[in-house]
């Protein structure tokens, strides 16, 4: 079983910046994984926000390219989010997310299909 713990949320002012991080408590039991940041504001469908394989290859909802970067510290134990430029849309519940595979051609799953959840992280961004 993989724990996620998500922190680093907050309130800041339009343009401002934070830095989420997500810890995971055990290592992966396969190769291959994917860890993703999803978000989800009241009354709105959660969405993807950026994702990062084991391959180290990253992809972004277009509504945040250019603004955040996902990232993973050496070990791969600990799952960073920087989050530039805020927008009032920014503002959500942001939930990290793992998921993992012994297959090679193993990629990203859906949202649904990930295995692992966190908890969350309260992100609040004013004009």
């Known amino acids: 079983q993989v724990g996620l713990v998500e922190s680093g949320g907050g309130s800041v002012q339009a343009g401002g910046s934070l830095r989420l991080s997500c810890a995971k408590s055990?290592?992966?039991?396969?190769?291959?994984?994917?860890l993703g940041w999803f978000r989800q504001a009241p009354g709105k469908k959660r969405e993807g926000v950026a994702a990062?394989?084991?391959?180290?290859?990253?992809t972004y909802a277009d509504s945040v390219k250019g603004r955040f970067t996902i990232s993973t510290d050496n070990a791969k134990n600990t799952l960073f989010l920087q989050m530039d430029n805020l927008q009032p849309e920014d503002a959500a519940k942001y939930y990290c997310?793992?998921?993992?595979?012994?297959?090679?051609?193993?990629?990203?799953?859906?949202?649904?299909?990930?295995?692992?959840w966190g908890r969350g992280t309260q992100v609040s961004v004013s004009s």
């Open positions: 997310a793992a998921d993992q595979s012994p297959f090679s051609d193993y990629v990203c799953p859906a949202p649904e299909s990930f295995g692992y």
């Open positions: 055990a290592p992966y039991m396969y190769k291959y994984y994917c």
């Open positions: 990062i394989g084991s391959n180290g290859t990253t």
